[in-house]
């Protein structure tokens, strides 16, 4: 977790839980009637999103608000979240603006009052921050998951929080009292414009389709498969013939990437690491033949985009986060503490016995079934 997450974090939970308090205890006063407004579709015009959080997040988020989009195509939707997700919401061609809180924290508060939304739906499962934005953005409708007693008084309609469904089937519940329970599963891919993403990227020149994405995660403790099994995998990948193998990934995973490529030592192996934006991060999986990494923002960009994965899981649930089985391969091993990553925090080990004891033979077995797939 960088400084900037964790302060976050701290503020949310204190400062934002006296406010939560203080707000809660405020809609209670000056509400006369029923707190909760019902919902006429007929009246949507403006429906704001709110979610804080990472990539992952978001992306997951996208099959609810395309349904929205769908369901009301003249509505205006906004999205809250942090600036590091705005690439992610261009690259969705649904939100029609986006509002980011750690950027401008004045002008945002003055957008987010003047906004005039009629739907205010609230995505965030724990921290404070959302459901005061939400609060804050005049929405006589405020839809949240009902999880934090203090939170729960500043939402006019609660909906139940799954922990043991996937993700997008808990955000597609949040939609429910606006659009009704959907028909079919919502799809997990096609949801970004791959016309958006850049044509080219500098310093590469593979043809779509006849390389491996392979992403040797370097970041939270929880997620880090060690760089000798990672140099194995690409091994058998250069020996199998699938391609050629581009590493790619952010600053946090570099000192992994240089230890695979000076293990490996073969020219048909080029390292990215460090080297890319999102968007052009993006243009890279979304073209691959096949895409390897773990629970991270950029495998759940490969699923957005239909790539084929292979999603190594340790900390985190494959439940919640795994890739389509259409299109996905989840690694784990069954270890009693695991999954124990909830609602962003782990539980703190000493040693990370649920990546440790996934071994290259069971990786390799995945990769083999989604390559022949």
Same mark, same amino acid.
Request: glycine share 10%; with cysteine; proline share 6%.
């Given at each position: 977790?960088?400084?900037?997450?964790?302060?976050?974090?701290?503020?949310?939970?204190?400062?934002?839980?006296?406010?939560?308090?203080?707000?809660?205890?405020?809609?209670?006063?000056?509400?006369?009637?029923?707190?909760?407004?019902?919902?006429?579709?007929?009246?949507?015009?403006?429906?704001?999103?709110?979610?804080?959080?990472?990539?992952?997040?978001?992306?997951? %988020? /996208?099959?609810?608000?395309?349904?929205? &989009?769908?369901?009301? *195509?003249?509505?205006?939707?906004? +999205?809250?979240? =942090?600036? @590091?997700?705005?690439?992610?919401?261009?690259?969705?061609?649904?939100?029609?603006?986006?509002?980011?809180?750690?950027?401008?924290?004045?002008?945002?508060?003055?957008?987010?009052?003047?906004?005039?939304?009629?739907?205010?739906?609230?995505?965030?499962?724990?921290?404070?921050?959302?459901?005061?934005?939400?609060?804050?953005?005049?929405?006589?409708?405020?839809?949240?998951?009902?999880?934090?007693?203090?939170?729960?008084?500043?939402?006019?309609?609660?909906?139940?929080?799954?922990?043991?469904?996937?993700?997008?089937?808990?955000?597609? %519940? /949040?939609?429910?009292?606006?659009?009704? &329970?959907?028909?079919? *599963?919502?799809?997990?891919?096609? +949801?970004?414009? =791959?016309? @958006?993403?850049?044509?080219?990227?500098?310093?590469?020149?593979?043809?779509?389709?006849?390389?491996?994405?392979?992403?040797?995660?370097?970041?939270?403790?929880?997620?880090?498969?060690?760089?000798?099994?990672?140099?194995?995998?690409?091994?058998?990948?250069?020996?199998?013939?699938?391609?050629?193998?581009?590493?790619?990934?952010?600053?946090?995973?570099?000192?992994?990437?240089?230890?695979?490529?000076?293990?490996?030592?073969?020219?048909?192996?080029?390292?990215?690491?460090?080297?890319?934006?999102?968007?052009?991060?993006?243009?890279?999986?979304?073209?691959?033949?096949?895409?390897?990494?773990?629970?991270?923002?950029?495998?759940?960009?490969?699923?957005?985009?239909?790539? @084929?994965?292979?999603?190594?899981?340790?900390?985190?649930?494959?439940?919640?986060?795994?890739?389509?089985?259409?299109?996905?391969?989840?690694?784990?091993?069954?270890?009693?503490?695991?999954?124990?990553?909830?609602?962003?925090?782990?539980?703190?080990?000493?040693?990370?016995?649920?990546?440790?004891?996934?071994?290259?033979?069971?990786?390799?077995?995945?990769?083999?079934?989604?390559?022949?797939?």
């Amino acid at each position: 977790m960088g400084f900037k997450t964790g302060a976050l974090k701290f503020v949310d939970r204190y400062i934002g839980g006296l406010i939560v308090r203080f707000l809660g205890w405020r809609n209670f006063r000056k509400t006369l009637g029923p707190p909760f407004v019902e919902i006429v579709p007929d009246r949507v015009k403006s429906v704001l999103f709110i979610r804080p959080g990472g990539m992952g997040d978001l992306l997951l %988020l /996208l099959p609810s608000v395309r349904r929205v &989009k769908e369901l009301f *195509p003249s509505a205006r939707l906004t +999205l809250v979240g =942090e600036q @590091r997700n705005r690439q992610v919401a261009d690259l969705s061609v649904l939100f029609d603006e986006v509002l980011c809180y750690d950027r401008g924290p004045q002008t945002f508060l003055s957008k987010l009052r003047d906004g005039q939304f009629d739907v205010a739906i609230d995505a965030e499962q724990f921290h404070n921050s959302s459901v005061i934005f939400a609060y804050l953005s005049g929405a006589p409708v405020r839809i949240g998951f009902k999880i934090s007693p203090a939170r729960n008084e500043l939402y006019t309609h609660l909906v139940d929080y799954p922990m043991d469904r996937h993700e997008a089937e808990a955000f597609s %519940l /949040l939609v429910e009292p606006l659009c009704g &329970k959907a028909d079919a *599963p919502l799809p997990l891919t096609g +949801l970004l414009d =791959e016309s @958006r993403l850049p044509s080219s990227v500098p310093g590469f020149s593979e043809a779509p389709g006849r390389y491996v994405a392979v992403f040797p995660y370097g970041g939270a403790r929880g997620k880090v498969w060690p760089a000798g099994r990672w140099a194995e995998i690409v091994r058998r990948l250069l020996a199998l013939n699938a391609g050629r193998v581009t590493l790619v990934g952010g600053d946090d995973s570099s000192m992994i990437a240089r230890e695979v490529m000076r293990s490996v030592n073969d020219p048909r192996v080029t390292s990215f690491v460090g080297r890319l934006s999102l968007s052009e991060t993006a243009a890279v999986v979304a073209r691959a033949k096949l895409y390897v990494g773990c629970d991270t923002g950029v495998t759940h960009l490969a699923h957005a985009f239909g790539t @084929r994965t292979v999603v190594l899981f340790g900390a985190s649930d494959e439940r919640k986060w795994g890739p389509p089985t259409a299109s996905g391969e989840s690694v784990s091993t069954r270890v009693p503490c695991r999954p124990c990553s909830i609602f962003g925090y782990v539980k703190l080990c000493r040693t990370i016995d649920c990546m440790d004891r996934i071994g290259q033979d069971q990786v390799w077995q995945a990769i083999e079934r989604a390559l022949a797939g």
